[in-house]
């Protein structure tokens, strides 16, 4: 399960491009434009492998969800106030409706904005947009003030006007992850189906940071979808191999959950981590 973001771009470049054909492995991909949907076919079981971030996928695994975090990812959110409304920065968020994912990144970058800018919780309205396309386009319409939005969305929103008053990356906020099933770690071959997967993504990497196959690239950006002019401007990110989650991230999602009170006092997150899958 993937989102149309630039955190999975490298997934659907190895399919694209045969890697993962290549490597032996018969990859579906399912797309969802909500962190919601993903978690649905991963609860579900329809899918084995699915994109995240560690709130959700902590909170998942405290509602008895066999799972394991086994990959973190640089992605970042932008805020972005709608151009029609004139709000220059934070503070002016008062009384205006920002859209957010509950109970995920967005939800604890929300949190993070008010408390610096100093404003009342209960001031700041926060619809749940959950599918990340439609936040966009209302955004774009106006229907919202501001909105929290992954790459490519931002820059679209950016260059058509609209302006970005806050970025995760200023406090190293760097929650998304991907998860597996705890039930495919069971499984010999699945096991050795992840393994050949980090490799193909790996690959992925190594040919989109060399700026291989950049028709590839924009036909997937295209499909996502994004204007033309968004594809042939967007800066893409230089992408890492496989990286491990970070324990300083995974305290920051558990201690979200606690002051929430989302999660009960005996989740511990102990057993959210587990990379030994793909070594």
């Known amino acids: 399960a993937l989102m149309p973001t630039l ?14 054909k290549d490597l032996g492995l018969d990859v579906r991909l399912h797309t969802f434009n909500a962190q919601m949907d993903c978690d649905t076919a991963f609860a579900r079981g329809h899918v084995d492998f699915s994109y995240t971030d560690l709130i959700r ?3 998942l695994q405290s509602q008895g969800t066999g799972l394991y975090v086994i990959m973190q990812t640089d992605s970042y959110h932008e805020l972005l106030t709608a151009r029609s409304k ?19 990144v967005t939800d604890l970058l929300l949190d993070t904005v008010v408390a610096q800018s100093g404003l009342d919780p209960s001031t700041v309205y926060h619809p749940q947009i959950n599918d990340i396309v439609l936040r966009y ?30 970025d995760s990356r200023r406090q190293h906020i760097r929650l998304m992850a991907f998860m ?20 193909g993504y790996n ?11 950049p028709d ?64």
Do not use: W
């Open 7 to 20: 955190d999975c771009l490298p997934f659907y470049y190895a399919d694209r491009c045969g890697i993962f």
């Open 57 to 59: 996928a902590a909170l």
């Open 86 to 104: 004139r709000v220059r920065n934070a503070k002016q968020l008062k009384e205006k409706m920002v859209a957010i994912a509950r109970h995920s």
């Open 137 to 166: 386009d209302m955004l774009r319409n106006a229907t919202l003030d501001a909105a929290f939005l992954p790459e490519p969305y931002a820059t679209q929103a950016r260059m058509e006007g609209d302006l970005g008053i806050y």
């Open 180 to 199: 597996v099933t705890s039930q495919a770690t069971q499984d010999k071959r699945k096991k050795e189906q992840l393994q050949r997967l980090f490799r």
């Open 203 to 213: 690959k992925a990497v190594e040919q989109i940071n060399r700026k291989e196959n």
């Open 216 to 279: 590839s690239i924009r036909r997937i950006l295209l499909s996502y979808p994004v204007k033309a002019e968004t594809a042939d401007s967007l800066k893409l990110p230089q992408y890492k191999p496989y990286e491990k989650p970070n324990g300083d991230c995974v305290d920051m999602a558990l201690h979200f959950l606690t002051y929430r009170n989302l999660i009960s006092p005996q989740y511990t997150g102990d057993t959210l981590v587990n990379t030994q899958i793909i070594q």
